[in-house]
Each structure stands twice: as structure tokens, then as C-alpha cells.
């Protein structure tokens, strides 16, 4: 049972190129989410995914796309890198909490991804 | 707004007891996590509170005031493995907030 995992675990890349970075879980879980994290912040949401086919948009999504095709795989796609996206991504997939009436979500982490854009 | 405070540094001792505190104010609340994160590498699950009161796990506690909008994370018999950052975070559904995290050292 692997968890979650990314790749690639490094990458440079020159301004205005674009990339993918691949998430993949193996725990069966419905729900996938795309953070970056830089120094001094928290983790930042970028874009979730509650279940297979469906993607919505966290607190900073722009200059992102996601693809959630199968339940698995969640991709998050830079269209034209800028170095301002210089940050670690980490991907994380969720189980569900429930106690009375609320419910949240404990998140399995992926090992990043440092991307440099130059 | 949504703000979530928490200490950018501590220091405590091998063998000692730490706490580390939260403050949140968050539009939705469903709950507060903790999660440790060693440098480098991925954070992990260590609790969550729903109800006030305090949680225990081992080594490990947490406390939840809603009313407060305030929690601690309790560490005792510290040991050198516990050098981490711990992040405090807010959920509100698939909206989790997280603090910026507080890196703790253990000293022998």
C-alpha cells in the first residue's frame, strides 16, 4: 500500500513553460486535494476534487488546472509558469470524519513537489 | 475573515512537556486538526477534536475551547524525534485552513 504519491519529486522549469504534476492514491478514496506550501505559510489550497469527474476551485487557483479522470490520479497542470509559483506542491486524498452532526476530512499527504521556476 | 495563529518557533528540553498553542477565526468550523510535519517531508495526522475538551493519545494531547476559538497540543516526554513543525488547521468541509505551522526543536 503505497498512499499517496507524486511525481516528479523535483523540477525546474523556465518561465512561460508549462508542466503537469501527477498525483496518484491508492487507498480508494473519494475526495483529492492540491496545496502548495511556502515558507512563512500555510498550507494553501489550490484546487479539490470531492470525487471522480468533479474539481472545484480553493483559495488560490489561478494560473492552475486540475483533471480528475479517474478516481486515483488528480494532475494539476501549470499553463505558463511563472516564479512566483516556486513553492512546494503537496497532494493529499481524504477520509471521511463523522461525529453527531458535523463530518471533516483527515488528509493522507503525498512527499511533494519542489518545483523552481527560473 | 479566516486567521489561524500559532507560534512561528519553540524550544523545549529531551524528557520536558510542551504545549503549543492555536487561536482561529474561521468563517466555517467542522472541527480542528493538528498534523506534524518533520523538515522536508509530507505532514501527517496526529488528532482531531470536534467537542471541547481534551483528547488524549499517548504522548500526545489536544485541547478544543469552540467558544474561545482556541486549542493547544500538548507533547510530553519529549524526544528528539519530536523536532517538527506542527500545523494547526480548521476544517470547514473540503476547506481545511491551516496555520502556518510552529517548528519546534527539542534540545538534549
Known amino acids: 500500500n503505497a498512499g499517496v504519491t507524486q511525481t516528479p519529486k523535483f523540477q525546474v522549469l523556465k518561465t512561460g513553460q508549462s508542466m503537469t504534476l501527477q498525483c496518484a492514491q491508492d487507498m480508494n478514496h473519494n475526495s483529492m486535494y492540491w496545496y502548495r506550501q511556502d515558507p512563512g505559510m500555510g498550507l494553501r489550497l489550490i484546487y479539490y476534487s470531492a470525487s471522480e469527474g468533479t474539481t472545484d476551485k480553493g483559495e488560490v487557483p489561478d494560473g492552475y488546472n486540475v483533471s480528475r479522470l479517474k478516481k486515483q490520479n488528480f494532475l494539476l497542470g501549470l499553463e505558463s509558469a511563472a516564479p512566483s509559483q516556486t513553492s512546494v506542491y503537496f497532494c493529499a486524498s481524504s477520509v471521511l470524519w463523522t461525529s453527531g452532526s458535523t463530518y471533516n476530512y483527515e488528509q493522507y499527504f503525498g512527499p511533494g513537489t519542489r518545483l523552481t521556476v527560473t | 475573515g479566516q486567521n489561524i495563529d500559532q507560534p512561528t518557533e519553540m524550544t523545549a528540553t529531551e524528557g520536558a512537556i510542551v504545549q503549543i498553542n492555536c487561536t482561529y477565526q474561521t468563517s466555517g468550523f467542522n472541527g480542528l486538526f493538528w498534523y506534524q510535519q518533520h523538515a522536508g517531508e509530507a505532514p501527517t495526522f496526529l488528532s482531531y477534536?470536534?467537542?471541547?475538551g481534551l483528547e488524549e493519545k499517548g504522548r500526545f494531547s489536544s485541547f478544543l475551547s469552540r467558544s474561545k476559538g482556541y486549542s493547544y497540543l500538548l507533547l510530553k516526554e519529549l524526544q528528539m524525534k519530536d523536532s517538527a513543525s506542527y500545523l494547526c488547521a480548521v476544517g470547514g468541509g473540503f476547506k481545511t485552513i491551516f496555520g502556518a505551522g510552529t517548528r519546534l526543536f527539542v534540545k538534549a
Open positions: 477534536n470536534v467537542l471541547d
